[in-house]
């Protein structure tokens, strides 16, 4: 018998191929998912300084509301009103966004959008509230559109903005937060 006959080490090559396959799955399978939803884009810390900003009775309120919401989750994120270099602001324009987070080299940009707001959402309270945890997001490093479902992350653009669930980081948000920062 011959030990080097290709009969005698098809069964050996096979084994051999579908072991670095398995392999490779398993690394392709664990080393992705970590990396689906990041954003390079964010600031760097959970401590943000943003400007003190001051607008009307609907504005305020519900902007004080994305920050608290940020701010009593399980994660490093810690957002004062104390100034600095980090604005945060609400004005008209006819742009197609209903928030937009700018980063610099030293600090960021949130503006929301009061034209689409106003024109697209029946609540405009929670919309207010739910478009800035949503770029308050992308500081804290998160991307738009991670592979869940619309109700289960703040990051999802197809998320119904007028609900009262959608005002916080949910815990998918929470997780991804935690692993960036």
């Not at 939803?37 to 607008?55: K, V």
């Not at 994120?77 to 945060?88: E, L, R, S, T, W």
Request: contains cysteine; proline residues 4%.
């Amino acid at each position: 018998m011959n030990l080097f006959s290709l009969s005698n080490r098809r069964p050996r090559l096979k084994r051999a191929f579908l072991a670095v396959l398995a392999a490779g799955g398993l690394v392709l399978g664990t080393a992705l998912p970590a990396q689906a939803t990041y954003y390079s884009g964010g600031f760097g810390t959970g401590l943000l300084n943003i400007n003190n900003y001051s607008y009307n009775t609907t504005y305020q309120p519900a902007m004080n509301l994305a920050v608290a919401n940020w701010n009593a989750t399980p994660t490093p994120a810690d957002i004062q009103k104390i100034g600095g270099g980090n604005v945060v602001a609400a004005g008209a324009n006819s742009a197609s966004w209903y928030g937009y987070y700018t980063r610099y080299s030293t600090s960021f940009r949130i503006d929301l959008n009061a034209t689409k707001i106003s024109s697209s959402c029946s609540n405009a309270s929670n919309c207010i509230t739910a478009v800035l945890v949503h770029e308050f997001g992308h500081a804290f490093y998160n991307a738009d559109q991670p592979p869940v479902c619309s109700s289960c992350s703040i990051m999802r653009e197809d998320r119904d903005r007028n609900s009262t669930i959608m005002r916080s980081p949910r815990t998918y948000d929470i997780n991804e937060t935690n692993n960036y920062l």
